[in-house]
C-alpha cells in the first residue's frame, strides 16, 4: 500500500449504495478471504508479493525475519500445498542470498480447519524443515473454529520439537478460560496478542516464560483494545519483565513497519534508548531459529 494510502475508515460501495465500513477485528480477517486470496491466485502473484514482503523488511533495516502463511492449494491454478510452499521458500532463499537479513517460515494452522487439515501442515512443516520451515502457528478468524480438536496435531509437533507460536486471547469471544489453558497445553514457546487474559493465567505464561508477539498498530487499528497507543497492555507485559518481541500483523494492512512500532513504544512507553535496545535483544531467545541464528543476533546486536 502506498504511503499515506491507509484509511482505517473506508467506504465501499454496494450495487447502488454506499455504507460505512470501519475496520475491526469483526471484519479484519474476511479482507484475506475475500480480497488477498483473490489476488494472491497464482505462483507469479504468490512471487511477487512474497518478494515485495521481504524487500519491505530488508529496507526497514530487518535482520531476522520469521513470515508465517497458511498452506493453500489453489485448484484454478494447479497449485497444490506442497508448490505454494516451495514458491515461498524458493523466495526466501533468494533473499537470504542477497541480503543481510535472516528469513525463515512458519506455517499456520487456521482456527476454521479440520483435524486432518491441521495434520496435513504439521507433514508439510516436517517435510520442509530443513528447507526453511521453522515452526507452526495457529492463526484465523477468532470468532469461530474449535480448538481443542488440533491436540493431536500439536502433539506431533512438539514430538518432532517442532517450535509452536499460538495467537492467544486476542478478543473476548477466544479468552474464555477453558480455550486459554487448552492452548497452554499446547505447550507454545511464543504467544501473540495477548489481549484479554485473566490474572491466573498471566501468572501462568510469566511463570513459563512464554514469548509475547505484540501488535501495537494491528491492535489500535483493528480496535481490538480499548483507547489508543498508551493504553496498549505492552506495558503490563514489560513492566512484568516477559521476553517481548514487538511484531507486525499485518504490515501491508495497517502501514506500519517494524521500525515504527518501536518508535510507538518509545513514544507512548517513555523507553529510553537502551531500553529498546533491551527489548529489541529480549526478543533474540525467543526466535525459532535455532542456537547459530542466536549467536548471530547476539554478535550483531551486542557488538
Known amino acids: 500500500m502506498p504511503v499515506g494510502k491507509f484509511d482505517y475508515d473506508l467506504e465501499t460501495r454496494a450495487e447502488a449504495s454506499v455504507k460505512s465500513f470501519s475496520l475491526s477485528d469483526d471484519n479484519f480477517f474476511p479482507l484475506f478471504s475475500s480480497y488477498i486470496y483473490g489476488l494472491c491466485n497464482d505462483l507469479p502473484s504468490i512471487t511477487t508479493t512474497t518478494n515485495s514482503v521481504l524487500d519491505s523488511f530488508a529496507s526497514d533495516g530487518v535482520i531476522y525475519l520469521e513470515l508465517r502463511t497458511t498452506?493453500?492449494?489453489?485448484?484454478?491454478?494447479?497449485?497444490?500445498?506442497?508448490?505454494?510452499?516451495?514458491?515461498?521458500?524458493?523466495c526466501i532463499t533468494t533473499s537470504n542470498t542477497h541480503t543481510p537479513m535472516k528469513t525463515s517460515l512458519i506455517l499456520s494452522i487456521d482456527r476454521r480447519s479440520t483435524l486432518a487439515t491441521a495434520h496435513e501442515v504439521v507433514t508439510l512443516a516436517l517435510a520442509h524443515r530443513t528447507a526453511g520451515v521453522i515452526g507452526i502457528d495457529l492463526c484465523g478468524d477468532p470468532s469461530v473454529g474449535d480448538i481443542s480438536i488440533f491436540g493431536p496435531a500439536f502433539a506431533r509437533a512438539a514430538d518432532a520439537n517442532l517450535p509452536i507460536t499460538l495467537h492467544f486471547a486476542e478478543a473476548p469471544w477466544s479468552s474464555r478460560?477453558?480455550?486459554?489453558?487448552?492452548?497452554?497445553?499446547?505447550?507454545?514457546?511464543?504467544?501473540?496478542?495477548?489481549?484479554?487474559?485473566?490474572?491466573?493465567?498471566?501468572?501462568?505464561?510469566?511463570?513459563?516464560g512464554i514469548g509475547l508477539e505484540l501488535c501495537l498498530s494491528c491492535n489500535v487499528h483493528a480496535k481490538m483494545i480499548t483507547g489508543s497507543y498508551g493504553d496498549h497492555h505492552f506495558g503490563e507485559w514489560w513492566g512484568r519483565g516477559c521476553p517481548v518481541a514487538l511484531s507486525t500483523d499485518d504490515v501491508g494492512v495497517f502501514g506500519s513497519p517494524l521500525s515504527n512500532e518501536y518508535r510507538?513504544?518509545?513514544?507512548?512507553?517513555?523507553?529510553?534508548?537502551?531500553?529498546?535496545?533491551?527489548?529489541?535483544?529480549?526478543?533474540?531467545?525467543?526466535?525459532?531459529?535455532?542456537?547459530?541464528?542466536?549467536?548471530?543476533?547476539?554478535?550483531?546486536?551486542?557488538?
Not at 73 to 80: E, F, M, V, Y
Not at 181 to 207: A, F, S, T
Request: one cysteine or more.
Open 177 to 208: 478460560p477453558e480455550e486459554l489453558w487448552k492452548l497452554l497445553e499446547y505447550n507454545p514457546r511464543r504467544i501473540g496478542h495477548v489481549i484479554h487474559v485473566p490474572g491466573d493465567v498471566k501468572r501462568e505464561i510469566e511463570r513459563r
Open 264 to 303: 510507538l513504544v518509545a513514544e507512548h512507553f517513555g523507553l529510553s534508548d537502551q531500553e529498546i535496545f533491551r527489548l529489541a535483544r529480549s526478543a533474540v531467545d525467543c526466535i525459532f531459529g535455532g542456537e547459530e541464528e542466536k549467536e548471530r543476533l547476539r554478535g550483531l546486536m551486542w557488538g
Open 71 to 90: 498452506p493453500r492449494a489453489i485448484p484454478s491454478a494447479n497449485i497444490t500445498t506442497t508448490d505454494y510452499i516451495r514458491t515461498i521458500l524458493s
